[in-house]
């Protein structure tokens, strides 16, 4: 779960690298690091801590040269420190490696290497790497790499350099992310387009068990065997500014206000111009093979899990289908009972998660169909999946999601919505009313956010607490899991999600005195029982903050605070309601003083167990 990029041609390497680390740091900054074959030979510079560290050190001492490879850290094997921090060398400083992965066999490795007489200085996986090549080295830096490669068991993505071939960069993609960038003599590796979107537009996506060498004049493309491989060129036509801030002090906010395009761009050609039916032309499901399917899985982790929550009751209550949500991490070590006869959905904001890559191969091997709902088109999910469902919510940079998983939403809608139509299960005029109540939720996104100060003002009295609760009922509650994980995973104040029913089965025991509760009441046909459930937790001296359809004027009487979200039917709810649950989690943050952007020990994309 760490960033690599590369860089091969005629300019200084430093600066390229820098700014790819840059685009980058989501995926990990506990440390950073360059090495680049300078006129002395190979050189490297690294340093725990944000990049603006290595950049200060990089000051005093430069590294000119026009061939490197750079790392940014989140930590896995050993604690952030500079000895720790990527890239690694063997003894001879010969040899250098950027890695994000595990390699789950290094000990053993390790331990081979160590008898041997090669010494050790970190307490990494990836430094067995750089040791394991030096040693296979026998004049040809792609055989060796080769060779290691078939050594290892786990998953990475490596970018690997030797003194003895300074005009080569080696890189190879096994179950973590790496793309190459083809420029005009010059070429580029990186963990995600963005690191290197400033320089080129046209890339190869590696797949599983793929590599590339590197030249100043070239590209090639191999299988780790050894077998060249001929493929075209990817254009991105992403503008680069949507992988910067664009005036907005931090990009989780500028990708908050970003929600509405997002939502459009999703919705896009997928509805039908009269607005009388959805077309998703990229799920192939027949009509006779969804009227065979018995059951669903949506399988997910953190913030797309909770988005799944939100699937499980769309796709039950428009199409009549039984639905199980699990954490991808716990999916296949349970036995799942997976049949021909089960769809499985996976939703994974990278498309390269691990935990749910491995739940959608445990699927297929299972003999079901799946469906990948992902925010990058080309990413592993994307490729192994049978059907995919691309949210465009494009780059998001901010380690806590937002549009992508309001654009998750918004798939999930879109495919309910399908299903139905296709099973017949609501009347056209049902689903007539509610596209066109989803034709309406980008504006009505927009009205939220011109109220944001609101919510600021009660996020700077929140910030104040250290203990805090959510109570919902029905989607309600699933919004709330989602709301809890964004205000913890940011602002560091413990915060609980509960079904507002289950209260008095224990819960009710956390509650006292002016502790603060925010409660979902959007859902009209559980507005009584939510209502009760507030009165409990008031009784008992909680200070409660609501978020209510406008107009509720009965639920301001049991409440101290509420917000008001415009008015759309039940079933789309979550779509709104979450934003001043974002917004709340992003101002508690900022008056806390916390870094909101890089919240502590996460990182943006976990491509590892």
Known sequence: MCGIVGYVGKRNSQRILLDGLKKLEYRGYDSAGLAVFTSSGLAVKKAQGRLAVLESKLEQEPLDGTIGIGHTRWAT??????????????????FSVVHNGIIENYMTLKEELTAKGHRFVSETDTEVISHLIADLYEGDIVKAVQQAVKKMTGAFALGVLTEYE??????????????????????????????????????????????????????????????????????VDWDLMTAEKAGFDHFMLKEIYEQPKAYRDTMGSRIEASGERVVLGEVKLTPQQIWDIHNIHIVACGTAYHAGLVGKSVIEQLARIPVETDVASEYRYRAPIITPNTLVIVVSQSG???????????????????????????????????????????PEIAVASTKAYTSQLISFYLLGLHLAQTLGTQDAAYIRETIQALQKLPEQVEQILTHAEDIKQYAEQIAEH??????????????????????????????EAYAAGELKHGTLALIEDGIPVIALATQEHLLEKTVSNIK?????????????????????????????????????????????LQLLAYYASLARGNDVDKPRNLAKSVTVE
């Open 77 to 94: 094997h050993g604690k952030p420190s500079d000895v720790n921090s990527h890239p690694h060398t063997d003894n001879s400083m010969k």
């Open 166 to 235: 300074p005009e080569k960069l080696v890189a190879v993609r096994l179950a973590s992310p790496l793309i190459i960038g083809v420029g005009d003599g010059e070429n580029f590796i990186g963990s995600d387009i963005p690191a290197i979107l400033e320089y080129t537009r046209n890339v190869y996506i590696l797949n599983d068990g793929e590599m590339a060498v590197l030249t100043q004049n070239g590209v090639d493309l191999r299988t780790i065997e050894g077998n060249f491989i001929s493929r075209e060129t990817f254009y």
């Open 352 to 394: 390269e998660t691990a935990d749910t890559l491995a739940a959608l191969r445990e699927a297929r091997r299972c003999g079901a169909r799946v469906i990948a709902i992902t925010n990058v088109v080309g990413s592993s999910v994307a490729r192994e999946a049978d059907d995919v469902i691309v949210t465009w919510a494009g």
């Open 466 to 495: 250290d203990d805090l609760f959510f109570i919902g009922r029905g989607s309600d509650y699933a919004v709330a899991q989602e709301g809890s994980l964004k205000l913890k995973e940011i602002s560091y104040i413990h915060s």
């Open 536 to 580: 409990e937790v008031k009784a008992r001296g909680a200070e409660v903050f609501a978020i209510a359809l406008e107009g509720n004027h009965e639920i301001a009487k049991s409440v101290d605070l509420v917000f008001e979200i415009p008015r759309t039917v039940s079933l789309l709810a979550p779509a709104l309601s979450v934003i001043p």
